[in-house]
């Protein structure tokens, strides 16, 4: 069983910050790509922020310079989001490729956490 659970969502004002967590659990071998997708209500589900091993981080045009994504272990990601504004409100999902102790590779994703800009 593979698990990915996100927190750190919650009701911030415009211009606040927030930092979001993702840990991956279960029988793991190796995480190649980990990444924050995000769903606003009436809204496809999109790109926030990816991290591949080995490479540079990737981000939306619309988050670029206010948001940071990074992975201090094998199994956490974090997005620190700054100078959030109402646009910015969501529900944001990890996603990870991930190597299982059973031999197969495949995208899990976690449940999600709202993120609320609101004043």
């Known amino acids: 069983q593979v698990q990915l659970v996100e927190s750190g969502g919650g009701l911030v004002q415009p211009g606040g910050s927030l930092r979001l967590s993702c840990a991956a659990s279960g029988s793991i071998i190796d995480i190649n790509v980990m990444g924050w997708y995000r769903q606003a209500p009436g809204k496809e589900r999109e790109l926030v922020a990816i991290v591949t091993r080995g490479y540079s981080p990737n981000y939306a045009d619309s988050v670029k310079g206010r948001f940071t994504i990074s992975r201090d272990n094998a199994k956490m990601v974090y997005l620190q989001m700054n100078s959030l504004n109402p646009e910015d409100t969501a529900v944001y999902y990890c996603?990870?490729?991930?190597?299982?102790?059973?031999?197969?590779?495949?995208?899990?994703w976690g449940r999600g956490t709202q993120v609320t800009v609101s004043s």
């Open positions: 996603k990870a490729r991930i190597l299982t102790a059973l031999g197969t590779s495949g995208d899990f």
